[in-house]
């Protein structure tokens, strides 16, 4: 969830029948029927001794003798985390957890709530439904940080941003702590409020302590919202300190470049550029820029020769991988996709390599080598979901769905976010004739509002 939240304070309730029993029914204000607590502390005796089965044999009978405790089932769902549980139970034990949350007058712990919260499973009808359940509770009790901070990150899941900006600001008031702002300043980069971005950086740095990553995420929200100068004067102090200017300069002076560039001004994209080359003589990559944005035809052809004839004598991939690094973004692909090639040939763990040469005969069309490429880097990888999404599409310009799917998929689960993902699904989907399924994540690709 948005700060970390995880469902460990739940699960540690179970670590002691009684004490664990007390913290997760404070708030319900009565404790499980006697023999319902007995078998819990029965099943955790089991699976300190070494029987996991005869724990799990316990708790679904205590499951089954209780069905309207909660805590006979979050300690099933914990237990079989670890023993394995059939899909169905499982589906059957978070359901049964979803439709007691949803009674607006039933008593539940917070923890169970971030429990449900987190179910990868869950769909968006689930995570509605939840939603729906914990705003009735806030109705009733709006300060609450818990509910606050569980309806701010079902929203977010949602992709309901408006809501969770709204309900993360009143965690914030309710109870203030920097995780709770970094959260906030992490849901307006998303919903691309680019003013909201760098206020709440400068809220930070008064409230709490500066810092040069909040300097340079303001900076370039205040440039993403036309405020340059004002972007110029918040990232000052950090170009003018030798420890991180490198880093300013490659995360906004040269973003900054490329905008300007982009947006067809030509000149002020140049003294930017000129100002970054200035300001660390030791970067190469403002000057590559340079002379491949502003060199003469002729001299941009003499010195693609004299890097190509330089180039065929290195063989250490980290120098031939920043070369092909400044090829790919001064736009030369074709030779970063040749470089890169013998990069990944010299050494074929080189994740990053890939990754680029994936990009590089994306760019150039090339599918088939994109999709080896992106698929080696996800197995070299596996968290960065961007190898799965550009995996997904490979496969799918090249008419293989069934096999995109997955890619697609893995790319979802590790940003459920991420809206190119959705809509490739929707595209195999609806290519495969699943036109309920492609419905669904055709609303998950579409942007919030």
Same mark, same amino acid.
């Given at each position: ?7 460990? *304070? ?12 007390? !913290?997760?029914?404070? =708030? ?49 769902? +914990? ?82 941003? +408006? ?79 030798? =420890?991180? *200017? ?23 994209? *140049? ?13 190469? !990559? ?20 004299? =890097? ?14 920043? !070369? ?10 074709? *030779? ?38 992106? !698929? ?74």
């Amino acid at each position: 969830m948005g700060r970390t939240m995880t469902h460990h *304070r739940a699960l540690a309730v179970l670590g002691t029948a009684f004490v664990v029993t007390t !913290q997760v029914y404070a =708030k319900a204000a009565e404790l499980p029927p006697e023999r319902c607590v007995r078998l819990l502390r029965e099943a955790r005796l089991a699976g300190q001794r070494g029987g996991p089965a005869r724990q799990v044999e316990i708790l679904k009978k205590a499951v089954a003798e209780f069905p309207g405790e909660l805590l006979p089932i979050l300690s099933l769902l +914990d237990a079989t985390r670890r023993e394995g549980l059939g899909p169905e139970e499982t589906a059957d034990l978070k359901r049964i957890l979803r439709e007691r949350i949803a009674k607006a007058d039933s008593l539940v712990p917070d923890s169970v709530l971030e429990l449900a919260v987190e179910d990868p499973d869950a769909s968006p009808e689930d995570l509605a439904m939840l939603r729906a359940a914990v705003a009735s509770r806030l109705a009733r009790i709006p300060d609450d940080a818990a509910l606050l901070e569980v309806h701010a990150a079902l929203s977010e899941r949602l992709l309901d941003l +408006d809501a969770a900006r709204d309900s993360a600001a009143r965690l914030d008031a309710a109870k203030p702590d920097p995780s709770t702002l970094t959260w906030r300043i992490r849901l307006a980069t998303k919903a691309k409020k680019w003013d909201e971005t760098a206020s709440l950086c400068r809220e930070f740095r008064s409230r709490y302590e500066d810092s040069p990553d909040l300097r340079v995420r303001a900076a370039g929200a205040l440039v993403a919202a036309g405020r340059r100068q004002e972007a110029r004067e918040e990232i000052a102090p950090v170009l003018a300190d030798p =420890k991180v *200017r490198s880093w300013a300069i490659d995360e906004f002076l040269v973003p900054l470049g490329w905008e300007l560039w982009d947006a067809g001004r030509a000149a002020e994209a *140049r003294a930017v550029f000129e100002e970054a080359a200035d300001a660390a003589p030791e970067e190469g !990559q403002p000057e590559a820029i340079l002379r491949n944005l502003f060199a003469t035809p002729e001299q941009r052809e003499a010195l693609a020769a004299e =890097k190509a004839s330089s180039l065929a004598r290195i063989e250490d991939p980290n120098i031939l991988f920043s !070369q092909a690094t400044d090829f790919l973004t001064t736009g030369d692909v074709e *030779r970063a996709y040749a470089v890169l090639r013998r990069v990944v040939t010299l050494d074929a763990t080189f994740e990053m390599a890939w990754f680029n040469l994936g990009v590089s005969a994306w760019r150039l069309e090339k599918w088939d080598e994109a999709r080896e490429a992106f !698929q080696k880097s996800g197995s070299l990888k596996p968290n960065r979901a961007e190898s799965f999404l550009f995996l997904g599409e490979s496969l799918r310009k090249l008419n293989r769905c069934e096999e995109a799917l997955p890619a697609f998929r893995h790319a979802v689960e590790l940003r459920p976010d991420l809206r190119e993902a959705h809509a490739g699904l929707a595209a195999c989907l609806r290519r495969m004739g699943r036109h309920d399924a492609a419905a669904r994540e055709d609303a998950a690709a579409r942007p919030p509002g």
